[in-house]
């Protein structure tokens, strides 16, 4: 029910936006999320949008990537700009259904669909 895409092999400093495509869900009353998970890692929180567009993100990319989502198109983006080498991880996107307006969620459990991952490789 979730279509990650948009990931690449790019270098340092380069740019991507990978996108979340939403079926079979009421999309506008999930808060949406983007994690990653590196090799050897666990999967981390990277970014999250409530449904008004509340976001928030994780501090190693906090003014680097954004967050947004377009309802009418049933899709959630995240725009990543200044790629680091650290940045290398398979990223997924998931959904959490919301009651609320505000809030995004930054804990794996809360999310009920989680797309099939893109890769994203960043060479130095």
């Known amino acids: 029910q979730l279509q990650a895409s948009g990931g690449g092999l790019v270098q340092t400093g380069d740019s991507l936006r990978l996108s979340c495509a939403a079926s079979g869900l009421p999309f506008s009353t999930y808060a949406m999320g983007w994690f990653r998970q590196a090799p050897g890692k666990e999967r981390e929180f990277v970014a999250g949008?409530?449904?008004?567009?509340?976001?928030g993100y994780a501090d190693s990319v906090k003014d680097r990537f954004t967050i947004s989502r377009e309802n009418t198109k049933r899709t959630a983006y995240l725009h990543m700009n200044s790629l680091k080498p650290e940045d290398t991880a398979v990223y997924y996107c998931g959904a959490a259904f919301s009651f609320s307006d505000i809030r995004y969620y930054r804990a794996l459990s809360r999310y009920n669909y989680w797309g099939q991952g893109t890769q994203v490789t960043v060479s130095s």
């Open positions: 949008i409530s449904r008004r567009d509340h976001a």
